[in-house]
């Protein structure tokens, strides 16, 4: 009762990377909440799913195990979800801000009359003063996001609704192992008392899962243009340092918006979150939403005609110069060193 919870996706035979990040998030906010974390997973083949999820500290897994609940649908994970969370009262629950869990969240949130929080970029714990009733709230879920198109930083908590839920992108939360010989519990509960025919209304027929065309959340190096680039021409010159670097080519919002380069290379806190090694930001300005996206990574150099530009407060490097000009150079001195 009042643990907290995450929802795990569970594709094929592993759960998803997205799930394992908000586990580790959640064991940390368990720890501080001096609560369980469990887990739920929904889906078909789950006997193995257990020494997935327990190395990341999940007390308690509950598990709804049936060919009919996989690919997933909306009506019946709904229905089990929401059964669930009420007979469990936890006073969190967070989901991946997926396809799957932009579908499920509202529809849980909405019938538990709970609220919701997407794509949050930081989840901690605090105190919250409603001035006005003259009441203390402790222990809430502080749940972080760019808010009004990226100009500030919004703190929501949820004082009187439970569960306090939120959704998280992939690779906003880093994925780290607790203990791999931690135990926990599975429970294995009959999926009939939770769903009921007329939830299996819509079937699947035949489904594509499209793969990514890249690597660029994996990608060690990561070569960024932004609107600065100027023109999708111009984007060809990043393609080309990325391959004599072997890394991977993104974007920012602005960039996208212009035509400049492919949405699903978008970096930014509505686009990808990337941890690379070495992150090469060409004509970016560094608006916060875009920052998001890529703060965590370990060397940071900017490239920017404007010395003033926000990122350049946050790169390890700064390089003072139109990209035309800086680009072009740095191809031609690393096809030279490379030989």
Same mark, same amino acid.
Request: hydrophobic letters at 40%; aromatic letters at 6%.
């Given at each position: 009762?009042n643990?907290?919870f995450?929802? !795990?996706?569970?594709?094929g035979?592993? &759960? ?5 990040e908000?586990?580790?998030? /959640?064991?940390? @906010?368990?720890?501080?909440? #001096?609560?369980?974390l469990?887990?739920v997973?929904?889906g078909? /083949?789950?006997?193995e ?7 990341y500290g999940v007390?308690v897994?509950?598990t709804?195990?049936? $060919?009919?609940?996989?690919? %997933?649908?909306s ?5 089990i979800?929401i059964?669930?969370? $009420?007979?469990e009262?936890p006073?969190? !629950?967070l ?6 869990g932009?579908d499920?969240?509202?529809r849980?949130?909405?019938?538990l009359h709970?609220? @919701?929080?997407?794509?949050c970029?930081q ?5 919250h003063?409603d001035?006005?009733a003259?009441?203390?709230?402790e ?9 009004? /198109? ?14 306090q ?6 690779g *906003?939360?880093k994925?780290?192992?607790l203990?791999p010989? %931690?135990?926990?519990?599975?429970i294995?509960? #009959?999926v ?8 299996f &209304? *819509?079937? &699947? ?7 990514? $065309?890249?690597?660029l959340?994996g ?5 960024a243009? /932004? %609107?600065g680039m100027g ?11 990325a391959k004599e @670097?072997? +890394?991977?080519?993104g ?7 212009a035509?400049f !380069?492919?949405h699903?290379?978008q970096?930014?806190?509505t686009?990808?979150?990337v941890h690379?090694? @070495?992150?090469i930001a !060409?004509?970016?300005?560094g ?5 998001a +996206? ?9 490239i920017? #005609? ?9 790169a390890d490097? *700064?390089?003072?110069g139109?990209?035309?000009?800086v680009v ?6 690393y096809?030279k #060193?490379?030989k």
């Amino acid at each position: 009762m009042n643990n907290v919870f995450v929802y !795990c996706e569970f594709e094929g035979k592993a &759960v998803a990377e997205v799930s394992l990040e908000l586990l580790t998030k /959640g064991r940390t @906010l368990a720890n501080k909440l #001096n609560c369980k974390l469990e887990a739920v997973v929904i889906g078909s /083949g789950l006997d193995e799913v257990g020494k997935q999820v327990f190395p990341y500290g999940v007390d308690v897994l509950h598990t709804f195990d049936d $060919k009919r609940l996989f690919p %997933y649908t909306s009506l019946p994970h709904a229905a089990i979800i929401i059964k669930l969370f $009420k007979e469990e009262k936890p006073q969190v !629950c967070l989901m991946g801000a997926t396809v799957i869990g932009r579908d499920l969240g509202p529809r849980v949130s909405s019938s538990l009359h709970s609220g @919701l929080t997407a794509d949050c970029t930081q989840l901690e714990i605090g105190s919250h003063e409603d001035k006005k009733a003259g009441k203390v709230y402790e222990n809430l879920l502080y749940q972080i996001r760019p808010a009004f /198109g990226g100009n500030i930083v919004a703190t929501i908590v949820n004082p009187e609704h439970r569960p306090q839920m939120a959704t998280v992108r992939e690779g *906003v939360m880093k994925k780290e192992i607790l203990d791999p010989a %931690y135990k926990g519990e599975t429970i294995r509960h #009959n999926v009939n008392d939770y769903v009921s025919d007329t939830d299996f &209304v *819509v079937s &699947v027929i035949e489904r594509h899962v499209e793969k990514a $065309k890249h690597n660029l959340k994996g990608s060690p190096i990561v070569i960024a243009g /932004g %609107y600065g680039m100027g023109s999708k021409e111009n984007f060809d010159m990043l393609y080309e340092l990325a391959k004599e @670097l072997h +890394g991977e080519v993104g974007a920012s919002r602005a960039a996208v918006d212009a035509g400049f !380069c492919e949405h699903d290379r978008q970096i930014g806190q509505t686009g990808l979150t990337v941890h690379p090694k @070495l992150y090469i930001a !060409c004509g970016i300005s560094g608006q916060i939403q875009h920052i998001a +996206g890529m703060q965590d990574a370990g060397i940071i150099i900017s490239i920017n #005609n404007d010395p003033n530009a926000p990122i350049n407060a946050i790169a390890d490097y *700064v390089i003072n110069g139109n990209v035309e000009e800086v680009v072009p150079k740095m191809i031609k001195s690393y096809k030279k #060193n490379s030989k």
